[in-house]
Every structure is written in structure tokens, then in C-alpha cells.
């Protein structure tokens, strides 16, 4: 028979456990505390994602001052150097010897040696003597100013809006007025406008320095995006004012990333989007003011050169349509610690694809990726169609006016090249190879090489002959 505990040994037991449970209580509330001291911290972190360092005001366009209070940033901005190739962009490097001329040491592999047909395409026009792969943002200052398109035209000052950290010039040239320092460039040649530039396009470019928020500072891309939206039925829209921030996470990237003209003597740099981002819009603007960026040397058509619409042809996307940015692919987020920043490595989310792509798609990298190529490879196989089908137009013209066929039978030929060519060329030089808008890109090809095809009969309508030699040479050429 077990013996009753004796009331004091009861009491001893009572306390050592509530002494237990006290001392329970205060870890879990030591831990609590600290649990909640770092969530205050990374909050903290999070809304002062830096350490004032140094002060910085809208007159700094150096991007290593603004590092020094982002290193993060900067340090991944700096990468931009990198010249690392995808199947269809990219640039491996490609060493030169340096001259007083040029002192470059590397350069990108050249687009003309690498397709010949190019040269046709662009005949009697800079691009014909020296168009290389695109490099990072690091370089686009540099491959601008040596490129060997400045020893055959004077190009204007206006080049530096995109290829240039720009604002801070604007502002001094103007004596605090954007526009009026916009206007001031555009009129100098490119040789004067260089002096007054240092680096290529850079943080203040696209950032507040009080405040960090993205902003536009290109007036063309302001002026563009006010004549579109008027088309649109939007009366006076400022895109600083208007704009949503995730809107801007493109505009950014817009502000030079697109199509655009030298409007008169004056060189003004003009986004020519009053009638829509389309191609056919934008031709149907150069048509009604009569504008062509030169006379093709072989056909003597009034031809157009498209630059870099990828703001143009992204708009036409899933991508758009569904809201994403630029940035959320170009710049996707990544954490670094307790930071989470955008990447400023700014390069194809093919060479990032966990952060850029998978982000959205839960599909394993290697199909993504494989998806893209797809994507391009149609889309560079329809391109080689529509680059043969305008050459054989130009050579047709080439040797209808050669055999003295009157000029004015060779202006329905003309059109449709200037039309036809001005479409191959806008998926040509819009840098995601179809990916950006993949059914645009091959309606517009289509396009192409049904207008090249147009031409072409429009020539034999008009009494032209390919001579027995050609059509054997086009015949053979589809037998292989």
C-alpha cells in the first residue's frame, strides 16, 4: 500500500513546475522579441534599401557617385560588359588592333560579313558599311562613336539621346529647360554633341535622386507618348504624371528602345507614333510627310531604315497584354541578403532564366528555353525568306533601270520596295527575333515578301523581262 505524499513534497513539485513553465515563457517571449526585432529591421532595410554615403542631386550622371551609395546596383550594372551570345543575339568578341582612330581593342562580330545580303538591302546607306552585334549598355557609347558609319555621314547630335548619359546636358543646355536642351543637340553635329558627354545612358537617366522612382527624361519619348495617346482619344497625357509604375518599369526602356526619324533641317528627334506603334502605322506617318532616310543606290526607291522597335513590337505581345514589363525579364528581381533589387545586368532572359521566366512559368528551364529558340527559329526562317524576296526585287529594279526603263515605270516597283523592305527591316532590327510578338513579327514577314512579290510583277506589268540567265540562276537556286 503506497504512502500518500506528504503535503510539503506536493508543494515543492507545484512550484518547480510553475518555475518550468515561467521559464518557458520567457524564452518564448525572448524569441518572440527578437523574431520581431528583425522583422522591424528588414522592414527597415526594405523602405532604406542604402547608406547615404555621398549626396546626390539631379546634376550627377556619374553612375560610379550614385554606386557608392547603391553598390549592389552598380556592381551589377557594371557586368553590362559581358559579350555572351544566344542562338539568334549576342556577340562573342572579336579582337582588333587598337588605332588612333578606333582605340578599341574588342568589338562585336559583324552583322554584313555574317549576311551579305544586308549590303543590297541597305545600298547607298551608312549601315552598309559597318553594322555589328549589338554589346551590353557599357558599350553603346562607344560603339557609337567609333563606328565606322561616322567617317561616310555626318550624323547628327540627336544620335546621343540613347547612346549617351544625356539628361544632365539637356538641363545645362537649357538653362534648367529639358526641351530647350534637347533642341540644342539635336542641332549640333555628332562631333560637338560627343564633347559634351561622358558616359553611356546611367542612373539618373532613368531615376530620381531625391526620391529613386523611375522617371522619363527623354522629351521625344514625352512628345511620343502625348501624340499617341491623342490618337488614342487621351487629350494632354504626361507620361510622368499619368503613367502607372509598373507602365514605367517599360517606358524606362522606351525612352530608346523604339523607332524614330530627324524631322527637317533641325534634326529633331521625333517617336513617329501619331497614328499607333504598328508598322503600317508608322509608315503611313513617314507617307503622309514625305519622309525617307535616303535613295536606295541600286533601285533608287525611297527607302526607309527601321532602328530598334522593340518598344514598338513588344507592345504588340502576350507579354504587354498581360502586363509585364521590360524589367520584369530584362531586370528581373533578385535577392541579394535581405535586399531584394533589380537586377541592373541588363541582358536576354535566356542567359537568366530561373529569375526571368520561371518567375511566371512553373516549366523546367531547358523547355523554356526551348520554347524561345522555337519562337526564333521560325521566325529567322521567315526573315531569310523575305531578305530574298526584296533582294530579287532590288536586283530586278537594278536591272530594269540599268536596261533604260523610264523612271516612272519603275514608281509602283519602288513603293512596294520601300514598303516591303521597311517590314523586313523592322523585325530585322528589333532585337528579341519574333520572340517579343511572335504572330506580329511573322505578319509582318508576310507582309514583306508579299509586297516584294508585288513589286516584281509590277515591273514585268510594266514591260520589264528578266533576262534568260536570271531565271535559269533563280531556278537552279530552288532546285537546291
Not at 56 to 85: C, E, H, S
Not at 308 to 334: I, K, L, S
Request: proline share 5%; aromatic share 8%.
Amino acid at each position: 500500500m503506497s504512502e500518500t505524499p506528504a503535503p510539503a513534497t506536493r508543494s515543492t513539485r507545484l512550484t518547480h513546475l510553475l518555475v518550468l513553465f515561467a521559464a518557458a515563457a520567457v524564452v518564448a517571449a525572448i524569441g518572440a522579441a527578437a523574431l520581431l526585432v528583425t522583422v522591424v529591421k528588414h522592414k527597415q532595410e526594405a523602405k532604406n534599401p542604402f547608406f547615404r554615403v555621398v549626396e546626390i542631386t539631379d546634376d550627377i550622371d556619374d553612375p560610379a557617385v550614385w554606386g557608392k551609395n547603391f553598390p549592389l546596383q552598380f556592381d551589377l550594372y557594371r557586368k553590362t560588359v559581358d559579350m555572351v551570345r544566344t542562338r539568334f543575339g549576342g556577340s562573342e568578341a572579336v579582337q582588333r588592333t587598337p588605332s588612333q582612330a578606333d582605340p578599341r581593342s574588342l568589338v562585336s562580330t559583324s552583322r554584313l560579313e555574317d549576311d551579305p545580303r544586308l549590303k543590297t538591302i541597305w545600298a547607298g546607306y551608312a549601315f552598309a558599311v559597318d553594322f555589328r552585334e549589338e554589346r551590353g549598355h557599357a558599350y553603346m557609347l562607344d560603339d557609337q562613336t567609333f563606328t565606322e558609319r561616322q567617317q561616310v555621314v555626318q550624323q547628327p547630335g540627336t544620335c546621343m539621346n540613347c547612346h549617351a548619359s544625356i539628361y544632365t546636358t539637356y538641363k545645362k543646355l537649357g538653362q534648367g529647360d529639358l526641351v530647350k536642351g534637347f533642341e540644342a543637340v539635336n542641332a549640333m553635329s555628332y562631333q560637338e554633341a560627343r564633347t559634351h558627354v561622358e558616359h553611356p545612358v546611367a542612373c539618373i537617366d532613368c531615376h530620381d535622386p531625391a526620391t529613386m522612382q523611375l522617371r522619363i527624361t527623354r522629351p521625344a519619348f514625352m512628345e511620343g507618348m502625348k501624340a499617341l495617346k491623342a490618337s488614342q482619344g487621351v487629350a494632354d497625357y504626361d507620361v510622368n504624371r499619368d503613367a502607372t509604375r509598373q507602365e514605367m518599369r517599360a517606358f524606362v526602356c522606351g525612352q530608346c528602345h523604339v523607332e524614330y526619324y530627324f524631322k527637317g533641317k533641325e534634326k529633331r528627334l521625333v517617336y513617329p507614333w501619331s497614328k499607333g506603334l504598328k508598322v503600317e502605322n508608322i509608315q503611313a506617318y513617314y507617307d503622309e510627310v514625305g519622309h525617307k532616310d535616303w535613295a536606295h543606290k541600286e533601285s533608287g526607291a525611297p527607302a526607309l531604315k527601321a532602328q530598334h522597335p522593340e518598344f514598338e513590337m513588344w507592345n504588340q505581345g502576350v507579354h504587354a497584354r498581360a502586363g509585364v514589363a521590360c524589367a520584369d525579364c530584362h531586370m528581373p528581381y533578385t535577392r541579394v541578403g535581405a535586399f531584394k533589387i533589380s537586377d541592373h545586368h541588363v541582358r536576354s532572359p535566356l542567359l537568366n532564366i530561373n529569375k526571368a521566366c520561371q518567375t511566371c512559368h512553373n516549366v523546367p528551364e531547358a523547355e523554356l528555353k526551348g520554347r524561345a529558340e522555337e519562337i526564333q527559329a521560325r521566325t529567322f526562317g521567315l526573315r531569310n525568306q523575305a531578305m530574298d524576296a526584296v533582294v530579287e526585287l532590288i536586283g530586278d529594279l537594278k536591272t530594269a533601270r540599268a536596261a533604260g526603263m523610264p523612271e516612272a515605270a519603275l514608281v509602283a516597283a519602288q513603293k512596294a520596295q520601300r514598303e516591303a523592305q521597311f517590314r523586313l527591316d523592322f523585325v530585322e532590327a528589333e532585337n528579341s527575333t519574333g520572340f517579343h510578338a511572335p504572330g506580329e513579327a511573322a505578319r509582318i514577314l508576310a507582309e514583306s515578301m508579299n509586297l516584294a512579290r508585288q513589286g516584281q510583277i509590277a515591273l514585268r506589268d510594266a514591260g520589264y523581262r528578266p533576262s534568260p540567265a536570271a531565271v535559269a540562276v533563280k531556278t537552279a537556286a530552288l532546285a537546291r
